[in-house]
């Protein structure tokens, strides 16, 4: 369980990442999602110990991240975003070394990497140089660090961000083998849904809303998501795009040469919220 | 202080002996500059200071590799985000710094024997000197990579970093008397130049090889500036960021 009260962070040059962050991540997986520069990463560095934060205080599992920080990294792993494995090494070494760090025997290090780089499928290319992996085997690499640690708490940093679709769907199958809860955050809605019940959504150093996806999109209930060229009333606009939400019903009668009519998804929630706050 | 053993052996392993087969080419590279300059110094002296190119060469080269490791470091750092995965272990800045001094050391090892083997054929070596040497590119690779990583951990992007490593490679291997007699510039200068590294272990090798009187002082100084450059980088590591 991860508690967060009143976790604020301000960076030396002034900018305000955090203001005021309160909440309890008791899910077996938790979704972040936020527009860039929402303070996402911020709040994951706090977390797993990487950065201070100004004031307030977070715990994991009961233990402070800052007052028992060594206790902390015991029980977590912290896949920072934008993460490359070391170049010249192979997805094995890469594993090895890093539970290495987490005070493994080496022996027993070689053994869990081994069947960790199994389970997210990179056997085949355990030992070539990570150099030569395509950007969603290099990803795989880190998930496996996360799997071969058997840590309780996982924090995964846009874990597949940049990914191809099919890519993404393995590496989500490799975040499900993982045994602990993890937190990971993304700006891909269907990845939110597709591992997570629990969504929490953040802007400008806050938190907007917490809850299931289900729970989340209540408010649009019986509404499609109606995509225009015009204006039309109650409508969000998105660059040149005109969003509006209607009934399903009303929206195939009044529908117009160039409208485009989509399902709700989390994306909606994204666009309501941040466009309401743009403007 | 309770350090990671196992973490220091693994880094140090991954970025040394197992590195050579996948970056060979670097160690060629590495070795260019060194071997080019005892080329350049033989011929301008007529052979005459060759053992001084041969005693300062070997410093040179483990500086080199030093500075390239302490690069590595920072593409750790911003590039790969390596260190921030490092610091949610219980791993800490000194296992980390070990780890890749310990690489460095064995990254150079092909380079050392290079070196070794000249000097015997020049009959340079003696076990007391074989021995003492082997200290000097210690006490050098950890007094370099602690004063560049030190450096380096103010630099926010790796490009800069790269402009960094050059002008300081320069000055460490060039300007530091490792490749003309110690004795040819004033005091005043040596003691000014004893701030790098690469100053008071090429005295000490010109004075081991036989070459210059031995100055027990810039032991001192070395073993001074490994500790000291160590501590200073202990603190400007990044650590656990504000
Ligand atoms: N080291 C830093 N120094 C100063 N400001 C920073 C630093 N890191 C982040 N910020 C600022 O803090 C705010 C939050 O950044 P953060 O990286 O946490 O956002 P994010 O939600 O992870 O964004 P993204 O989706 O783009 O990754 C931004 O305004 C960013 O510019
Ligand atoms: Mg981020």
Sequence with gaps: MIEARAITKRYKD???????????????TTSIIGRNGAGKTTLLRILSTQLLP???????????????????????VSIPQESKPINYLS????????????????????????KAIKTVGLWKVREKISDELSGGMKRKIFVAMAIASKSDVVFLDEPTTGLDPLSRIEVWSAIK??????????????EAQALSDDVLMMDKGKILSQGKVGDLLKPFKGKVRVESTKKKSHSYKVGNTYISYIGKNEAEASVMVGDIIKPITLDDLFIKRGVELEY | MNLNIRYILAHGWFTGLAAIKSSYYYIIANLCLPLSLLFVVGVLSHGELLPYALA???????????IQSAGELTQFRLDDRHQDLIIATKTGPLDYMFGEMLGSFEWSIPSILLYLALDMSYHLLTPYNLVMTMAVCILVTVATLSLVFSILSFVKYTRKSWAISMMLSTLLTVIAPTFYPYTYIPKSVLFVLAILPSTPAAVLEQGLFGLEPMSWLMLVILLAETVVYLFIARYVARWREN
């Design chain 1, 14 to 28: 002034g900018t305000l990442a955090l203001d005021g962050v309160n909440f309890t991540l008791n899910k077996k």
């Design chain 1, 177 to 190: 083998a993982i045994k602990g809860q993890v937190i990971l955050t993304t700006h891909y809605m269907e």
């Design chain 2, 56 to 66: 300062g060469g070997l410093v040179s080269m483990m500086v080199t590799n030093s």
């Design chain 1, 54 to 76: 100004t004031s307030g205080t977070a715990s994991i599992n009961g233990l402070d991240v800052v007052k028992a920080a060594q206790d902390v990294r015991n029980i977590i």
């Design chain 1, 91 to 114: 997805p094995l070494d890469n594993v090895v070394l890093y539970l290495s760090a987490r005070r493994m025997r080496m022996s027993e290090a070689k053994e869990a990497a081994e």
